[in-house]
């Protein structure tokens, strides 16, 4: 692990200095300005709240099911907040399609 010299793992490994990454240091090393949109971006991923379960690491989910679906009222608005759940937060297919009590299709 580590051999192959363009590898983080090399870098790690083989590294005396530990960098802190910013915001200016990735937009330099990309060669490219952010837009506002990706700064928002990282800094919601940054803020994202990671916790242990089943001896794994997993992130916090910001909302329940429940509450992103409270004010569903019509098709359109469910399905934006099936994408906000299954992007935002992480919850799987499966677990959005239970909680709304979808059909599951078996292959």
Same mark, same amino acid.
Do not use: W
């Given at each position: 692990?580590?051999?192959?010299?363009?590898?983080?793992?090399?870098?790690?490994?083989?590294?005396?200095?530990?960098?802190?990454?910013?915001?200016?240091?990735?937009?330099?090393?990309?060669?490219?300005?952010?837009?506002?949109?990706?700064?928002?971006?990282?800094? %919601?991923?940054? &803020?994202? #709240? !990671?916790?242990?379960?089943?001896?794994?690491?997993?992130?916090? +989910?910001?909302?329940?099911? =429940?509450?992103?679906?409270? %004010?569903?009222? &019509?098709? #359109? !608005?469910?399905?934006?907040?099936?994408?906000?759940?299954?992007? +935002?937060?992480?919850?799987? =297919?499966?677990?959005?399609?239970?909680?709304?009590?979808?059909?599951?299709?078996?292959?």
């Amino acid at each position: 692990m580590g051999e192959y010299p363009f590898s983080l793992a090399h870098l790690i490994f083989n590294s005396k200095d530990i960098f802190q990454s910013s915001k200016e240091s990735l937009s330099d090393f990309l060669g490219a300005r952010l837009t506002q949109n990706e700064l928002t971006f990282l800094q %919601d991923e940054q &803020n994202q #709240k !990671i916790e242990k379960k089943d001896n794994k690491i997993v992130f916090s +989910k910001s909302k329940s099911l =429940q509450d992103h679906f409270i %004010d569903v009222e &019509n098709k #359109k !608005i469910r399905n934006s907040a099936i994408c906000l759940a299954y992007l +935002k937060d992480g919850y799987s =297919q499966i677990e959005i399609a239970e909680f709304l009590e979808l059909p599951l299709i078996q292959r």
